[in-house]
């Protein structure tokens, strides 16, 4: 057989076989014409309604704070159902409507009361110091308008909105590494606070109960024990399962769930409790590890099922240049999750 021949057929046979090794996903990207991540979901009027990160390529150079990371808008999507076709509804806020933000509009989330809806973000201030402020809207899609200032006493990144059954709204939030929570202590902002060693108590999340006006917090943000299921706080050695970021809480049958990223074990975990306060007892993983270094989650009801809403990197191939997607979620009799791999 000559050279050439052999050749070709050597890569057609290596062609065949990464294709069988390269993992094919169960889910496919909701929308191609933009970059989205870190899609919260919610239910409203009937309807899903999607409040992703909008990525973009700004040519910032990678590095461990993110500054890659550098979205500067929100679009909203919408979906009647969790298969039908999507509607971006185009831009809802700027970081050019923000008057006190600097950069990098992160993670965002939602909640609806009382015929407004309320959008919550995390920027950086003019000082480059992670705030989270609030928009509101009488439409779910928007446009929001933000206030003036960003919510006192809030900081660092990934706000996530509870509206408990009790009638209460508890917003939990924070992300080490690029989303500084490291640098807070008792609510108080150290610039050179460094990452926990090994054998240190892990870095928690934190949370508050939100004012009736939604505004404002009505309470100081408190730390939020994540417990191993012999009752022992984490400590930062145990990355798979300590948080990281991305939190996100909803309630099933009575219980309270908190998951979260692992981050730099890129786990989506999860932890239950009695209270939207905790503490949270770790029970195992809801998503496996993404295509891409980052996995960012929401878990919503819809019409009797659940469903997973999560990200990864299959249009692009590139960290900062996410997808969105979305799969069913289920649990086993015990309300323990079923974890899910993105990937057959």
Same mark, same amino acid.
């Given at each position: 057989?000559?050279? #050439? ?33 870190? %899609?919260?979901? @919610? ?8 409040? %992703?990160?909008?990525? =973009? ?127 807070? !202590? ?46 022992? %706080? ?31 074990? @890129? !786990?989506?975990? #999860? ?14 993983? =809801? ?5 891409? /270094? ?5 878990? =919503?009801?819809?019409?009797?099922? /659940? ?18 997607? =979305? ?11 079923? %974890? ?5």
């Amino acid at each position: 057989m000559p050279f #050439y021949r052999t050749t070709t057929l050597l890569c057609l046979i290596s062609l065949a076989a990464n294709a069988q090794i390269r993992p094919q996903p169960i889910s496919q990207p909701l929308v191609s014409h933009i970059y989205t991540a870190d %899609p919260s979901a @919610h239910v409203f009027n009937g309807k899903l309604y999607i409040y %992703p990160s909008h990525d =973009v390529e700004s040519g910032i150079k990678e590095d461990d704070s993110g500054a890659h990371f550098d979205m500067r808008d929100y679009h909203i999507l919408s979906m009647d159902s969790p298969t039908s076709k999507v509607t971006d509804h185009g831009v809802a806020l700027s970081v050019n409507d923000i008057a006190w933000a600097g950069r990098q509009l992160w993670a965002p989330d939602a909640a609806y009361k009382k015929g407004m809806y309320y959008l919550y973000f995390p920027v950086k201030d003019k000082q480059d110091v992670f705030r989270i402020g609030v928009a509101s809207s009488k439409r779910p899609e928007g446009p929001f308008t933000p206030e003036k200032a960003p919510l006192e006493g809030t900081y660092s990144i990934d706000p996530c909105v509870l509206a408990a059954t009790n009638g209460e709204y508890y917003l939990y939030f924070g992300g080490i590494w690029g989303g500084q929570l490291q640098r807070w !202590n008792n609510n108080t902002y150290d610039a050179n606070a460094k990452l926990r060693t090994p054998d240190e108590p892990a870095i928690l999340p934190r949370m508050a109960r939100l004012s009736p006006d939604m505004k404002q917090l009505a309470e100081a943000p408190k730390e939020i024990q994540l417990l191993d299921e012999t009752g022992k %706080p984490f400590l930062e050695k145990d990355n798979d399962k300590r948080f990281f970021e991305g939190p996100w809480v909803h309630q099933y049958k009575n219980k309270y769930y908190f998951s979260y990223s692992t981050g730099d074990t @890129h !786990n989506i975990a #999860y932890a239950i409790g009695d209270s939207p306060y905790g503490p949270f007892t770790y029970k195992g993983v =809801v998503l496996k590890p993404v295509q891409g /270094w980052t996995n960012h989650h929401s878990i =919503v009801a819809f019409e009797g099922k /659940w469903y997973l809403f999560y990200h990864d990197v299959q249009l692009s191939g590139k960290t900062h240049l996410r997808n969105i997607k =979305v799969t069913e979620l289920t649990y086993n009799p015990d309300g323990t999750i079923v %974890p899910i791999s993105a990937y057959k």
